[in-house]
């Protein structure tokens, strides 16, 4: 069965940039027609959408995050990647992949996550 | 603050059961946007519960079920389990912040 996982730095200093990486395992990131996504979750708080990309490279993002994010996929690797810039101890969080779908139904689109990584924690701190 | 209010946490007893609530407005749950639901266990991957209101995903038993009215959906659970013990979020769609977004999150306790 397909599986997520994420990878990358567990510590970042402020002010640089977070990068992570999602490998998809058990499928092809390329098939089936769905998009890839970010969520956080800081420490003792809700979840918090990043963003989003397809594998033509179309992205969507939180526009609260919108001015320091950038997703990237590589359909070779079977994997999606984020960049955050400018961290701050705000973005200390546990950070996932999911997979997402939409349906789109009367003109309405409905997102949600069916497949998500287990997380991997990332610090910022000096 | 979540644009989606869930109470923080629930209880109920094994055997019992116990809804949660998510509030919304005009532009997310009211406009007509579907809500979803997740159960996280720390530690683990979340895991889909209900999607588009009322379904479930293959493997999720029949005692999780969603319903949404107005501008609120809530989640049932019936015949509680000690492993039902979990923390759970609602999502949907908002477009006045043209995204996604999650309800704070409800801690559920098994008594």
């Known amino acids: 069965q397909v599986q997520l996982r994420e990878s990358g730095p567990g510590l970042v200093k402020p002010s640089q940039t977070l990068s992570l990486t999602c490998t998809v395992s058990?499928?092809?990131?390329?098939?089936?027609?769905?998009?890839w996504s970010w969520i956080r979750q800081p420490a003792g708080k809700g979840l918090e959408w990043i963003g989003r990309?397809?594998?033509?490279?179309?992205?969507n993002y939180n526009p609260s995050l919108r001015s320091r994010v950038t997703m990237s996929v590589d359909t070779s690797k079977n994997q999606f990647f984020l960049r955050l810039s400018s961290v701050t101890a705000a973005d200390t969080a546990v950070y996932y992949c999911?997979?997402?779908?939409?349906?789109?139904?009367?003109?309405?689109?409905?997102?949600?996550?069916?497949?998500w990584g287990r997380g991997t924690l990332v610090t910022v701190s000096s | 603050q979540s644009v989606l209010t869930q109470p923080p946490s629930v209880s109920g007893a094994p055997g019992q059961r116990v809804t949660i609530s998510c509030t919304g407005s005009?532009?997310?749950?009211?406009?007509?946007?579907?809500v979803h639901w997740y159960q996280h266990l720390p530690g683990t991957a979340p895991k889909l519960l209900i999607y588009?209101?009322?379904n479930r995903p293959s493997g999720v038993p029949d005692r999780f079920s969603g319903s949404k009215s107005g501008t609120s959906a809530s989640l049932a659970i019936t015949g509680l389990r000690a492993e039902d013990e979990a923390d759970y979020y609602c999502?949907?769609?908002?477009?006045?912040?043209?995204?996604?977004?999650f309800g704070g999150g409800t801690k559920l306790t098994v008594l």
């Open positions: 990309i397809y594998t033509t490279g179309t992205t």
């Open positions: 588009n209101n009322i």
């Open positions: 005009s532009s997310n749950i009211g406009a007509g946007y579907d």
């Open positions: 999502q949907s769609y908002d477009s006045t912040l043209s995204g996604v977004l």
């Open positions: 999911a997979r997402e779908i939409v349906v789109v139904v009367a003109a309405r689109a409905h997102w949600y996550f069916d497949l």
């Open positions: 058990g499928g092809s990131i390329s098939s089936g027609g769905y998009y």
